[in-house]
């Protein structure tokens, strides 16, 4: 049984950074891709970044580009999310989530796992 964890989430300035971390049980976190995604209020599941299994290729929405790095740790089962110059539009509860095989892919159906969500707000 996978089960995921994110945390790191909270209420920064505009211009600032944040980490967020997920932290995921079970035995094919190495094995799978894994993903970040973004809900605003209101809005649609959206694409953040995922990272293959080895973590040597990424895959980054437009509006994050040279501004979030995704990485990961097979060894601590966790993937991390760095969000630097953030802005207001960024505000959103973030998912972490997990794709059995080794593909990467940005439409939320084409993962298996997910955990509850940390809310990150961006204030002006």
């Known amino acids: 049984q996978v089960q995921l964890a994110e945390s790191g989430g909270g209420l920064v300035q505009a211009g600032g950074s944040l980490r967020l971390f997920c932290a995921a049980s079970?035995?094919?976190?190495?094995?799978?891709?894994m993903g970040w995604f973004r809900q605003a209020l209101g809005k649609g599941r959206e694409f953040v970044a995922c990272?293959?299994?080895?973590?040597?290729?990424?895959r980054y929405a437009d509006s994050v580009k040279r501004r979030f790095t995704i990485s990961r740790d097979n060894a601590k089962n966790t993937v991390y999310l760095q969000m630097n110059s953030l802005k207001p539009e960024d505000t959103a509860v973030y998912y972490c989530?997990?794709?059995?095989?080794?593909?990467?892919?940005?439409?939320?159906?084409?993962?298996?796992?997910w955990g509850q969500g940390t809310q990150v707000t961006v204030s002006s």
């Open positions: 989530a997990q794709r059995n095989g080794g593909a990467l892919g940005a439409i939320p159906s084409h993962y298996d796992y």
């Open positions: 079970g035995r094919t976190f190495s094995t799978s891709a």
């Open positions: 990272i293959s299994p080895s973590g040597s290729n990424t």
